[in-house]
């Protein structure tokens, strides 16, 4: 299969992507993406990522075998791709930087961001004090309570933080309300948008700058497996990792690409956030995908022990691939993703975040049905020391 | 001509944006009604949505209390049915595109045919992603009104000019919805830009809440869009007294 990412209608992937935004947003897009597209061939540009990839953002990431674990299981080999190893903890840093130096090369001073774990926000922060420029992050009101230390990181790399208290206070609204601040300053803002969502160009975008995750898993595999993994998983909020990840291995259909959404409290509470595995075609955010909503359209409050997986939509690219069946969408609840998250603690000495707890206790489960010489790829987008406060609490313990 | 288009024949328009059920379904029976005995040409019924995110807080709050009452868009289109029977001035809905995507176009435009609503206006749809539902509201007869903003460029204006109909929503300033107290000086160069390119009858919206300001803009523009001041007033007062004082001075300040 191609990596074709359209049917040839620009920003869409399929049916899904476009540009669904008010009037005053799209001449500003259509700038950014015309300096996307020069950035992509400008090597002056394409040099200094490259160099703040391996020097700011500490790539390449190790692929891991995880050999406590693959004997815990006694099941197929599994290998961890770390990118908890990034700078500021996650591969959120990949496309905050490739965006910041896009916001530098517009002229642009002023970034504002969105954040649901405050993983991007962190990235983000990082980004904007290294490049010298101002920085806004919009935060959900519940999610900078339980995710109050990367709040913290955030304001000592001179970043304001901005809490939001309108809707389910939760990532959908910081959206919102990061759009609304766009919409008011056009000329002089850069909005760097944290997922593969949002309106054309940011789906493709964001997955050009998250695509080196795939790209050195491959290399890596070949390198440390002899050949390519037979599966590889990721968790999937906006999907952005998942996309990363995988967007190299598309064509290679031997592997099986699977994405793992939050179920929750589980699908049938309604307690979830699970967009693909529940959800049904509509519009949020400037883009049309799989969206979580009730039956008149509007869209509903979701649930998951992580704030990063938090969100009703997914990017469109991840629809496309449902529906051609390219990747598996699982789900996993919060009791799954806690218990993978432990195990990994204890075998390997690695704490992952609660996102990426997910596609590890995913991960757990196809592992022991499979032979001994097959590898699975996790991808562990995140560390989870900006969880800990919400693991003590679910385990009911006190320190 | 359209009934949205006539509207504009006679005077300068005065556009009315009220949330359908804010505070309740009863007050939006009421509240039209009085606003066109007092001067507005053309209502704009808001169908409420969770995520408004090209609207400040007071129609923010407004979609909220109504969304807690229950609206939803067939709610909207039984509300448009009883008040044909009760004005005269076209009906308009306004609302963002999930609601009426998840709806059915094709049955939303028929729905709003026989419920007496002339056209709609959807914020997040610029015209590049609106060829199913233009073709659905063509076989209703139904107008799409565009935005413009003073972004816009000119091929983005020639665009809007040969999609929309009814008229064109020029925003005024750069910014969500809401009540502000300076519009931007260069207002009417932008709609003179407009102009220069559009057929449509041009009103202005976003930020305009005093007949002084209504007064200055209708120098330039055919009709202003008045919508977060209103909603405020249903707020503070609802005996609606105060809105129907507002309206008559708007309608003076522009007759």
Not at chain 1, 141 to 169: C, P
Not at chain 2, 93 to 113: R, V
């Amino acid at each position: 299969m191609p990596k074709v990412d359209s049917t040839g209608k620009p920003g869409y992937f399929g049916k899904y992507g476009g540009q669904f935004v008010p009037e005053i947003l799209v001449p500003v897009l259509n700038e950014l993406e015309q300096a996307y597209e020069q950035a992509k061939k400008d090597e002056t540009f394409q040099s200094r990522l490259k160099s703040l990839s391996n020097t700011f953002s500490g790539r390449p990431t190790p692929l891991y075998l995880a050999e406590r674990l693959t004997e815990h299981l006694g099941g197929a080999r599994i290998y961890l791709k770390r990118e908890d190893l990034a700078h500021t903890g996650a591969h959120k840093i990949n496309n905050a930087l490739g965006q910041g130096l896009l916001a530098l090369h517009m002229g642009k001073k002023r970034v504002i961001a969105e954040t649901g774990a405050g993983q991007h926000g962190v990235a983000t922060a990082a980004v904007c004090a290294m490049l010298g420029l101002e920085c806004i992050v919009y935060m959900g009101e519940d999610d900078i309570k339980r995710q109050a230390l990367n709040v913290f990181r955030m304001k000592l790399m001179g970043t304001e933080v901005r809490s939001v208290s309108s809707g389910s206070r939760t990532l959908k609204d910081a959206i919102n309300e990061a759009m609304r601040d766009w919409v008011s300053n056009p000329e002089t803002t850069y909005y760097i948008i944290g997922s593969v969502v949002g309106p054309r160009p940011y789906p493709a975008m964001v997955r050009d700058f998250q695509a080196v995750i795939g790209q050195e898993t491959k290399a890596q595999s070949l390198r440390q497996l002899g050949g390519l993994p037979d599966c590889i998983v990721a968790c999937v909020g906006g999907g952005s990792n998942a996309m990363g990840i995988f967007y190299d291995f598309i064509p290679d259909q031997s592997v099986r690409l699977i994405g793992v959404e939050a179920a929750g409290s589980g699908i049938s509470t309604g307690k979830h956030s699970a967009t693909l595995s529940a959800g049904k075609v509509g519009i949020l955010h400037g883009a049309m995908s799989y969206l979580l909503q009730d039956e008149h359209g509007q869209v509903i409050e979701t649930h998951s022990i992580s704030a990063g997986l938090d969100y009703p939509g997914v990017g469109p690219e991840h629809s496309y691939l449902k529906d051609n069946k390219r990747v598996e969408y699982v789900s996993v609840t919060d009791e799954e993703a806690l218990n993978g998250f432990k195990l990994l603690c204890s075998l390997e000495g690695i704490m992952p975040a609660l996102e990426s707890s997910h596609a590890i206790a995913h991960a757990l489960k196809i592992a022991v049905g499979m032979p001994k010489n097959k590898n699975i790829v996790i991808n562990l987008s995140g560390r989870g020391d900006k969880d800990m406060d919400i693991v003590q609490k679910a385990m009911g313990v006190k320190i | 001509m359209s009934r949205i288009s006539d509207a504009f024949q006679k005077r300068k328009s005065l556009i009315a944006y009220i949330t359908v059920g804010y505070p309740d379904i009863e007050t939006t029976l009421r509240l039209v009604p009085l606003l066109e005995e007092n001067g507005v040409d053309i209502i704009e019924l808001g169908i409420p949505f969770s995520d408004p995110l090209a609207d400040g807080v007071t129609i923010q709050n407004a979609s909220y209390q109504a969304l807690q009452n229950g609206v939803t868009p067939e709610v909207c289109l039984s509300v448009a049915a009883l008040l044909k029977e009760k004005i005269s001035i076209p009906m308009v809905f306004m609302g963002y595109y999930n609601p009426i995507y998840n709806y059915g176009l094709t049955k939303f435009c028929q729905k709003c045919a026989t419920a007496g609503v002339s056209g709609f206006i959807i914020p997040d749809l610029p015209p590049g992603e609106a060829q199913d539902i233009d073709f659905a509201a063509t076989e209703a007869g139904l107008d799409i009104i565009f935005l413009l903003a003073p972004t816009s460029t000119d091929e983005r204006i020639k665009l809007v000019a040969a999609k929309s109909r009814g008229f064109i929503y020029l925003v005024s300033h750069s910014g969500v919805t809401g009540a502000t107290a300076n519009l931007p000086a260069d207002l009417s160069s932008f709609v003179n830009r407009v102009r220069k390119t559009a057929r449509q009858p041009l009103a202005v919206g976003f930020g305009i809440s005093t007949p002084e300001q209504a007064q200055n803009i209708a120098k330039f523009s055919d009709g202003i869009i008045v919508g977060s001041r209103i909603l405020q007033l249903v707020q503070t007062d609802p005996s609606l007294e105060k809105v129907a004082t507002f309206i008559r001075q708007l309608r003076q300040s522009l007759d």
